[in-house]
Every structure is written in C-alpha cells, then in structure tokens.
C-alpha cells in the first residue's frame, strides 16, 4: 500500500522557516520523481517543487524560488522541503506527490500518490 506522510508544518511569523517532510512506504522510492505542491483556501493546487529520482535535478515554481530547497534521502525514503524567509501568501496546505516516471513535471495530475497534506500557516 502506497503511503505518504507529511510532517513539519504549524504556524510561523513571516520571515520565519519550516522544514517539511515526507515519508513514503510502501512502493520503492527511488523510481519515484518526488513533488511539494500547496492549496491555499479557494485557489486550486499549486506546483511548488520537484525534484529527480536521483536527486540530481530540482524545479521550482517561480515564487518560492530562492526561498524554497527541496531535497530527498533515498535511504531514508524521505523527502523534504525546506522554507525561508516565509510570507504570509505561503499560507495553505502542503501536499507531498509522487511520480512514477522519469521526467520532473509541474501538474497536479501527473501525480499518482498523494500524501494527506500539513497546514502551513504564516502569519504577518
């Protein structure tokens, strides 16, 4: 059974960091592309960023940038994302996605395993 566990979100000051992560059972994480999206109230699921099976290669969405540093350790089966410099408009809930693929795409739907998402709440 392919799993997903976020953790890591909470409230948080703008300016402030956060360290997400997410860990993956059941299926082999390393043939996984792994991905952090972000649902804010009323707006639809946001691509955040991505990284390759190996690791090797990264994608991020043009807002978080610079801010944002996605990362994974296979041996662990974990992936994380890594906030900086936090702002309010960061405010959602935090999804953890997996790909069963080789190429790094940036759609909701092009991911099959979905974690249950961790609030992220950045106040101002």
């Known amino acids: 059974q392919v799993q997903l566990v976020e953790s890591g979100g909470g409230l948080v000051q703008a300016g402030g960091s956060l360290r997400l992560s997410c860990v993956a059972s059941?299926?082999?994480?390393?043939?996984?592309?792994m991905a952090w999206f972000r649902q804010a109230p009323g707006k639809e699921r946001e691509f955040l960023a991505a990284?390759?099976?190996?690791?090797?290669?990264?994608r991020y969405a043009d807002s978080v940038e610079g801010r944002f540093i996605i990362s994974r350790d296979n041996a662990k089966n974990t992936a994380y994302l890594q906030m900086i410099s936090l702002k309010p408009e960061d405010t959602g809930v935090y999804y953890c996605?997996?790909?069963?693929?080789?190429?790094?795409?940036?759609?909701?739907?092009?991911?099959?395993?979905w974690g249950q998402g961790t609030q992220v709440t950045v106040s101002s």
């Open positions: 996605a997996g790909d069963h693929n080789t190429i790094v795409q940036v759609v909701p739907s092009a991911y099959d395993s």
């Open positions: 059941g299926f082999t994480f390393n043939w996984y592309v």
């Open positions: 990284v390759s099976r190996s690791g090797g290669s990264t």
